[in-house]
């Protein structure tokens, strides 16, 4: 197996995302992280999914996380307000998140390669290197794991039909 047969296409995002688009891609597609794409438009950098969900934590909240106790659900709606006010931009301004370059791989890359690759550069998605620029593909970690799994005899969850 190849890198190129694990290749999705994933959406790219911009500084200027809000965290509104940004959380909603996340939960629509079941997203790891983000692509956040360079000035020029070219995917440059990834943040965790946690990463985007602290975006839209008021960070007082963040800072006495014990104060989360005292929200009822009607009240927390107010907490929420903020959210088309934050941007991606916001996100990788923050000293708190952990942005990380994009790892690029060939899309001829062994399922091996790709495995040891993405846990030594400790990332959650891989560009492939050779995929249309107006187009990028990725290779995601769930895709990975699920490959190794299948590679080694795994026949997938218990109790599923086969």
Do not use: C
């Not at 983000?34 to 950098?45: D, E, F, S, Y």
């Not at 991606?88 to 060939?106: H, T």
């Not at 998605?125 to 593909?137: C, E, K, T």
């Amino acid at each position: 197996m190849r890198a190129v047969d694990l290749a999705v296409p994933l959406p790219v995002v911009r500084r200027e995302t809000t965290a509104v688009e940004a959380g909603r891609l996340i939960a629509d597609s079941g997203l790891v992280g983000l692509v956040i794409a360079n000035k020029l438009g070219v995917p440059a950098a990834i943040v965790s999914a946690v990463d985007v969900l602290r975006l839209m934590v008021p960070g007082y909240l963040l800072d006495d996380v014990s104060l989360a106790a005292v929200f009822d659900e009607a009240g927390a709606g107010e907490l929420w307000e903020h959210l088309a006010d934050r941007t991606v931009g916001d996100l990788l301004d923050d000293q708190g998140v952990a942005v990380s370059k994009i790892l690029a791989i060939e899309s001829d890359a062994t399922l091996v390669e790709v495995a040891a690759r993405m846990v030594d550069a400790r990332t959650q998605i891989a560009l492939i290197r050779d995929s249309p620029r107006d187009a990028p593909m990725f290779v995601t970690l769930p895709a990975v794991i699920s490959a190794v799994l299948a590679s080694a005899g795994d026949p997938g969850p218990r109790g599923a039909p086969q």
